[in-house]
């Protein structure tokens, strides 16, 4: 049986590399890392026709490992290990009470506990916890699992390809580690963070140093695009231009009647607002302290392909009320690029995922934050 592990690398100036295959495209980011910062060697990304991955399930096998061997090819020499980053409807991050219990009994039954939170039998998942809180009365975990044979679908087609996954965790660990790394822990005691891509929207919510929940939403660019096309019959190609043309920021003053198609992603947008609002509501209903704003989110972060749009941040700050921005880790201090330039349109909220996963060895070496990330996804069974 396959064992998903930890990896052991500490951060010499080797180089490292990550996937992120979702449903529109397969990013591959290969860099070095350096102390506390990485040096960006190489991100190729390869796009992918519809329905070849959906929900984070690989559908069409052999049309992805040709897109894989392209990407592949493009790197050029790469190593021979990676990090894979997994997201879907499918798979768990959510805090869950349990009774107390010592940490040790809580490993050997966890297989036991998980199966009343997970929508099918615990064995066919790979399972882990963090431990958020421990009272008198209570353990508090968050529980995180991702489907045993979608996950090694993905594992399958990359190993195929004579390169070891030494890694797998779910994307908001990869996000949360990019943020981490940029800001050197300079973060509201409370943020969220959304991931918008193109079959579904990650909202996530980290209180201090713990990432308190985590929520799949299933609206997102594909969903912008569909809505386009069917209305207005465009093209893939077109619905994707017309939605980059569009700035959401005009929406706040008036619903411009000469353009029809931004009133027609209002309410889809409104909706997916509507949504995350509501995590983080119930976030807050669950977390926030009786001393007033402690544990109240202070920021909130966007990213993935549709925070390309224009105005989004904008749009949703006056919307929910909370200072706004599409994070871009291209941005930070702790990411450089050596010889490598990047393509204009290659923007660093795209990137988010694959180059957090590349940064692993430096959390590995601070260790300011063990993440639950990192033994989320460990096999309990040999």
Same mark, same amino acid.
């Given at each position: 049986?396959?064992?998903?592990? /930890?990896?052991?690398?500490?951060? /010499?100036?080797?180089?490292?590399?990550?996937?992120?295959?979702?449903?529109?495209?397969?990013?591959?980011?290969?860099?070095?890392?350096?102390?506390?910062?990485?040096?960006?060697? @190489?991100?190729?990304?390869?796009?992918?026709?519809?329905?070849?991955?959906?929900?984070?399930?690989?559908?069409?096998?052999?049309?992805?490992?040709?897109?894989?061997?392209?990407?592949?090819?493009?790197?050029?020499?790469?190593?021979?290990?990676?990090?894979?980053?997994?997201?879907?409807?499918?798979?768990?991050?959510?805090?869950?009470?349990?009774?107390?219990?010592?940490?040790?009994?809580?490993?050997?039954?966890?297989?036991?506990?998980?199966?009343?939170?997970?929508?099918?039998?615990?064995?066919?998942?790979?399972?882990? %916890?963090?431990?958020?809180?421990?009272?008198?009365?209570?353990?508090?975990?968050?529980?995180?699992?991702?489907? @045993?044979?979608?996950?090694?679908?993905?594992?399958?087609?990359?190993?195929?390809?004579?390169?070891?996954?030494?890694?797998?965790?779910?994307?908001?660990?990869? %996000?949360?580690?990019?943020?981490?790394?940029?800001?050197?822990?300079?973060?509201?005691?409370?943020?969220?963070?959304?991931?918008?891509?193109?079959?579904?929207?990650?909202?996530?919510?980290?209180?201090?140093?713990?990432?308190?929940?985590?929520?799949?939403?299933?609206?997102?660019?594909?969903?912008?695009?569909?809505?386009?096309?069917?209305? %207005?019959?465009?093209?893939?190609?077109?619905?994707?231009?017309?939605?980059?043309?569009?700035?959401?920021?005009?929406?706040?003053?008036?619903?411009?009647?000469?353009?029809?198609?931004? @009133?027609?992603?209002?309410?889809?947008?409104?909706?997916?607002?509507?949504?995350?609002?509501?995590?983080?509501?119930?976030?807050?209903?669950?977390?926030?302290?009786?001393?007033?704003?402690?544990?109240?989110?202070?920021?909130?972060?966007?990213?993935?392909?549709?925070?390309?749009?224009?105005?989004?941040?904008?749009?949703?700050?006056? /919307?929910?009320?909370?200072?706004?921005?599409?994070?871009?880790?291209?941005?930070?201090?702790?990411?450089?690029?050596?010889?490598? $330039?990047?393509?204009?349109?290659?923007?660093?909220?795209?990137? $988010?995922?694959?180059?957090?996963?590349?940064?692993?060895?430096?959390?590995?070496?601070?260790?300011?934050?063990?993440?639950?990330?990192?033994?989320?996804?460990?096999?309990?069974?040999?």
């Amino acid at each position: 049986m396959r064992k998903v592990r /930890k990896t052991n690398r500490q951060p /010499k100036g080797e180089a490292f590399m990550a996937f992120d295959i979702g449903s529109t495209s397969i990013k591959l980011c290969i860099a070095q890392v350096h102390g506390r910062s990485i040096t960006i060697e @190489r991100l190729v990304e390869t796009p992918l026709p519809p329905n070849a991955v959906r929900e984070g399930t690989l559908l069409e096998p052999d049309t992805v490992a040709r897109a894989l061997r392209e990407t592949l090819q493009q790197a050029g020499k790469h190593p021979k290990a990676a990090v894979l980053t997994i997201a879907g409807p499918h798979t768990t991050a959510r805090p869950v009470r349990l009774p107390p219990m010592p940490v040790e009994v809580l490993e050997k039954s966890i297989q036991f506990e998980a199966g009343r939170y997970l929508p099918s039998a615990a064995e066919e998942h790979f399972i882990g %916890f963090e431990v958020v809180e421990q009272g008198e009365e209570y353990l508090e975990i968050l529980l995180v699992a991702a489907p @045993r044979a979608s996950t090694e679908a993905f594992i399958d087609l990359i190993e195929k390809h004579n390169i070891e996954v030494e890694l797998v965790e779910l994307q908001p660990f990869a %996000f949360w580690r990019a943020i981490q790394t940029a800001y050197r822990g300079h973060t509201p005691p409370a943020y969220a963070f959304v991931d918008i891509g193109g079959g579904h929207t990650q909202v996530s919510v980290v209180r201090g140093p713990l990432l308190a929940l985590t929520r799949h939403i299933p609206i997102a660019g594909e969903t912008f695009s569909a809505a386009l096309k069917g209305y %207005f019959h465009y093209s893939d190609e077109e619905a994707e231009q017309i939605k980059r043309g569009l700035n959401l920021a005009d929406l706040i003053e008036h619903i411009p009647q000469e353009n029809p198609p931004l @009133r027609l992603v209002q309410p889809i947008l409104d909706e997916l607002i509507r949504e995350i609002r509501r995590s983080l509501n119930y976030y807050q209903s669950q977390f926030q302290s009786q001393k007033g704003r402690e544990g109240r989110v202070e920021r909130l972060y966007l990213a993935g392909g549709t925070a390309r749009m224009q105005g989004i941040a904008t749009y949703f700050e006056h /919307k929910m009320g909370i200072p706004t921005q599409v994070f871009d880790p291209f941005q930070s201090e702790a990411v450089n690029f050596g010889n490598f $330039v990047p393509d204009p349109e290659m923007l660093g909220c795209q990137w $988010v995922n694959a180059l957090g996963a590349t940064m692993i060895p430096i959390e590995q070496a601070e260790r300011d934050i063990w993440y639950a990330a990192t033994e989320s996804l460990e096999e309990v069974a040999a």
